[in-house]
């Protein structure tokens, strides 16, 4: 009894603390992230959820297994499509699941994808007809499976059926324990293969338990529907009065030792611990998605995880960055913040708002359950800066300049007159006489006096507005206007009037357009588009800042503030950042560090950090107050790791998923792939819930990239056009401080295609081999055809030469056959000659022999006998066979073979054709042969008769070609 005491005594207290109702709540809220049912592709409901070793997340919904990786969101259903209702994951990253009728496991496949193994043929067949599994538990090398009328024991890959007394209510673990909740008997535990009583008394009767939690080594936090809690210690059941009233509780989870997660029904989450009581309510007014929580979880990072209606919200309640809203009725813009006097007081878009702090508020404030106030006559327009002059609280507004006393705001200007930026005591000594403040429309002056302020009239100069004010260690006074310049500004003696000397581009500066002056290290610098600058007094010029160029270079600046320690805060675009001094081997350093997850959530325009402390650092934003505990920023960061979840492969316009991420059943495996994948998809997250704006990465693939890539926030890389051969993705995450992870990797190798493949590369061999052989044969057989060619070449020369000489040889003889030709042609002449000149002696004789005729008288007798010579004469055919033997001997023997191929052809048919032969006129043939002219074509008729000639064969080409034709 006595380790009860310290419980009892808590209990004791926080009963008599307990309050019907949580109006309070924390100052700060985390930003939540509400994932919708058509971002996770699930059911309305989630009715458990886990976290495995690696960090990825499991959610027990009514589509079946959802995961989540940080990145990427994946489900996978049951084989009977039932609702999953719980879940649980054993030291070696197996997920059992339930659902109706169905119990199995998820266990990764060869290729990394989760596949699932039913145990329902494990199942004794009466049994196998179930309906929800509602909790899963392991104890030792037992895995537990709730259902109402039975549990289901696996081990040794057997089933074991544990009945109850009445029907199971309840299944959880927690001490390495496993309990039970009988309805009739109250709650159990498992010990020595049976389920036995865990009190003495059944003090659980008519409630349900919905969640037990271990408390030290030996005692446990039991929570149930109906808000009756309990403690269980030693097997004495204690009852537990919450220290707040909330209504069915759904779902309990721890956070710590001491601090536990709730989730209700109608409440939304809570956090409480029994040392502090209620620290946080969670409600949809607060950000999350409805107050209907199912069930919560607390992963390693501390986040909490809210199953609720068509939702997972997610909870980032350990985050060092929350969100302050002075009022949730209405998203006010957050100016400006102050810590004065023990009060937290923010200047937003509707006047101010404040609220007390405890403990000094020397600790980190966002978990105060507080309440703000508006701050009455503080008016309903902007307030634009809160200083703390002269240990009194001033702010600038719209209407003027007040000063907050007493939870009031006193005017010191008049309401009709200009609205205020910033107010500047003239003296670093307290206290400050005069307070220059910048207006609208001016520089107006308020004195201190008496331990109050009071208004002074406008200082006399140029009438423009001093937003950005800045005194240096010469008493410059420096005023910056984003839209003209840099004022250079002197007071009069009397501080009735100034002189303003605006200074450009002309004068150093980069630009005349959005330059601001700050006051970092006592030194008035300049943050320009183009960097930081001073003003040099001794050229007058503004000159490159050599304290703050090397540090920042080009960076563009909007904002520049200097904490206590000497770190730079700075606005740069819509990204903020923090010049931290870090002690090194040579000494201090600054080193940047940047908010991702704040990018785009300050006021820009008009940017605002109030580095209180570490702790506690206020940030404008258009939504309150952003609250940055700086110290658990930089320190307080698990260890950073990256997954390698998907890998995707594309052969043309198909793609197949080839590794799902879960490496277990594939360390230290490269998978072989077919030729034809030649494109690759990687994806690739970091499971560090709460931080995942920050973090970044790079890759490389071996074998293909020369190097790793540039750092960035993209989470996937695709590869085209990979030849074969063996390959390794590489990836490595790094968050915003530089912490880096360690490097995830997957192998793979792209076989060879057929054509590239050792027995291609031996057929090609063989088939360079063949081919030499057949390049050896055709050579052989060129060189042979060419020896060939050669040979007939020769002969053909031999045959041109032979023709060449026999050409010659029938040259010279066509030209002693032409001298021939000539000869006989000479001697047709002759013939001819000869023929007309015998035809001309005929008619000679014929014509003597007619006038020899005519004579008469005398001598008659001789004159007959002279007659008769002259007949005999003409009739005389001697000179005939003289002349067919010359004319034979000239052309062939024309007339022996006409003689011997038509013997029927008679003397004159042979002197008839001779003439022919002769071309020889019808009248010379008439003369010849002493026949008319009608006589000779008579004779020619007849000798085609003879010759059988047809009527368009010509008579003299017959006699032409007659001894040729023979």
């Known amino acids: 009894m006595t380790s009860l005491k310290p419980y009892l005594l808590i209990l004791a207290v926080f009963g008599l603390a307990a309050s019907p109702c949580f109006s309070q709540n924390t100052i700060a809220f985390p930003l939540i992230t509400n994932y919708s049912k058509a971002e996770f592709r699930g059911g309305g409901l989630t009715w458990d959820m886990a976290q495995d070793s690696r960090g990825i997340m499991y959610f027990a919904n009514n589509e079946g297994l959802i995961t989540f990786d940080g990145a990427h969101w994946r489900t996978y259903p049951l084989p009977n499509k039932t609702i999953i209702r719980s879940l649980h994951i054993d030291a070696n990253d197996k997920i059992y699941v339930g659902g ?74 927690a001490g390495g324990q496993a309990f039970a909740q009988d309805a009739t008997n109250g709650l159990m535990h498992y010990s020595d293969n049976k389920w036995l009583p865990a009190t003495a008394n059944n003090q659980l009767a008519g409630a349900t338990i919905t969640g037990i939690l271990p408390m030290g080594t030996d005692s446990f936090f039991i929570s149930t529907k109906n808000q009756h809690c309990f403690i269980l210690s030693k097997g004495i059941l204690t009852h537990y009065n919450l220290p707040f009233v909330m209504e069915n509780i759904n779902s309990v989870a721890k956070i710590d030792s001491s601090t536990i997660a709730i989730g209700s029904a109608s409440d939304g989450c809570l956090s409480f611990s029994f040392s502090k009581g209620l620290i ?75 609220t007390t702090l405890s403990n000094g508020s020397g600790k980190d404030i966002s978990f105060y359950r507080k309440d703000m106030h508006y701050i009455k006559n503080s008016g309903n327009a902007e307030t634009w800066h809160l200083d703390e002059v002269n240990q009194q609280l001033l702010a600038s507004q719209t209407a003027g300049t007040a000063v907050i006393q007493n939870e009031d705001c006193l005017p010191l200007t008049e309401k009709s007159g200009p609205g205020s930026w910033l107010s500047v005591p003239l003296s670093s000594v307290y206290p400050a006489q005069d307070v220059l403040t910048g207006t609208f429309t001016g520089l107006r002056m308020l004195h201190f006096a008496e331990n109050k302020f009071t208004g002074g009239a406008p200082l006399e100069g140029i009438h423009d507005s001093y937003r950005y004010l800045v005194i240096d260690n010469n008493d410059d006074i420096w005023a910056s206007h984003p839209y003209r310049g840099v004022y250079r500004i002197r007071l009069s003696p009397d501080l009735k009037h100034f002189t303003a000397q605006l200074l450009t581009d002309k004068d150093g500066l980069p630009s005349a357009l959005r330059n601001h002056v700050f006051k970092i290290k006592n030194r008035a610098v300049f943050a320009t588009e183009k960097g930081m600058y001073e003003f040099d007094a001794t050229t007058n010029k503004f000159i490159r ?80 107050i952003i609250h940055l505990n700086y110290k658990k920023y930089v320190s307080d960061r698990i260890k950073l790791s990256v997954l390698l979840n998907n890998v995707t492969a594309f052969r043309g316009n198909e793609n197949e998923l080839i590794y799902g991420g879960y490496n277990f059943a594939a360390d230290n495996k490269t998978f072989a792939l077919p030729s034809e994948y030649d494109a690759f998809h990687f994806e690739f997250s970091s499971p560090v819930f709460g931080s995942q704006s920050t ?261 003299n080409d017959f006699l032409t070609h007659i001894v040729t034709s023979e």
Not at 294 to 310: H, P
Not at 311 to 333: A, G, H, M, T, W
Not at 866 to 877: C, F
Request: with cysteine; net charge positive; charged share 25%.
């Open 280 to 354: 946080q309510n969670i409600s949809h007014a607060d950000g999350l998605q409805n107050n209907n929580v199912n069930c919560v979880f607390v992963d390693r990072e501390k986040n909490i995880w809210a199953g609720v209606n068509n939702c997972i919200s997610f909870v980032p309640y350990n985050s060092p960055v929350k969100f302050i809203q002075p009022d949730l009725r209405s998203e006010l813009i957050g100016y400006s913040s102050r810590i004065y006097n023990g009060r937290l007081y923010i200047g937003t878009s509707a006047g101010v708002y404040s």
């Open 695 to 955: 973090i970044q990465y790079r890759y490389q693939l071996a074998g293909y990239d020369t190097g790793w890539s540039a750092w960035s926030t993209k989470k996937e890389k695709d590869y085209t056009n990979l030849n074969h051969g063996t390959y390794t993705f590489r990836v490595q995450a790094k968050d915003n401080l530089g912490n880096e992870s360690e490097i995830d990797a997957w192998s793979f190798a792209i076989d060879a295609p057929w054509y590239k493949t050792w027995w291609a590369k031996t057929l090609y061999l063989l088939s360079a081999l063949f081919a030499v052989y057949l390049l050896y044969r055709w050579q052989r057989k060129m060189m042979h055809r060419q020896q060939q060619k050669h040979e007939a070449e020769r002969k053909r020369l031999q045959y041109i030469f032979q023709l060449e000489r026999e050409k010659n040889e029938k040259e010279i003889l066509a030209l002693q056959n032409e001298k021939l030709v000539n000869e006989v042609l000479l001697k047709k002449k002759e013939l001819a000659n000869t023929s007309m000149q015998l035809a001309e002696n005929a008619d000679a004789l014929a014509k003597i022999r007619k006038q020899v005729n005519r004579f008469s008288g005398d001598n008659l007798t001789d004159i007959k006998k002279l007659a008769t010579l002259l007949k005999d004469a003409e009739n005389n055919n001697a000179y005939w066979e003289q002349f067919a033997s010359h004319f034979d001997e000239i052309n062939d023997g024309f007339l022996k073979a006409l003689k011997n191929k038509y013997p029927e052809l008679s003397a004159n048919d042979l002197k008839m054709c001779s003439y022919l032969r002769l071309n020889l006129s019808s009248k010379e043939i008439a003369q010849l042969l002493n026949i008319s002219i009608r006589g000779v074509e008579i004779s020619r008729y007849r000798l085609r008769k003879k010759l059988q000639l047809q009527t368009e064969q010509s008579l």
């Open 100 to 173: 109706q009728g169905e119990i199995g496991f998820f266990a990764p496949s060869r290729n990394g994808t989760l596949a699932y193994t039913s145990l329902l043929d494990r199942v004794p067949d009466k049994f196998k007809s179930f309906d929800d599994i509602w909790n899963i538990v392991q104890q030792g090398e037992s895995v537990f499976f709730r259902n109402h009328d039975k549990i289901f024991e696996f081990r040794n890959n057997r089933i074991q059926l544990h009945l109850p007394f009445s029907n199971w209510a309840f299944l959880g673990e």
């Open 545 to 624: 800042s050599g304290l703050l160029w090397p540090l920042f270079d080009t960076l563009e600046m909007r904002y520049l503030n200097e904490d206590a320690k000497g770190n730079i805060w700075f606005c740069s675009g819509k990204k903020l950042g923090v010049a931290g001094i870090r002690q090194t081997k040579t000494g201090e350093m600054y080193h940047i560090t940047y908010f991702p997850e704040l990018t785009g959530r300050i006021l820009s325009g008009f940017e605002n950090v109030y580095p209180y402390n570490d702790e506690n650092i206020f940030i404008s934003s258009e939504t309150g």
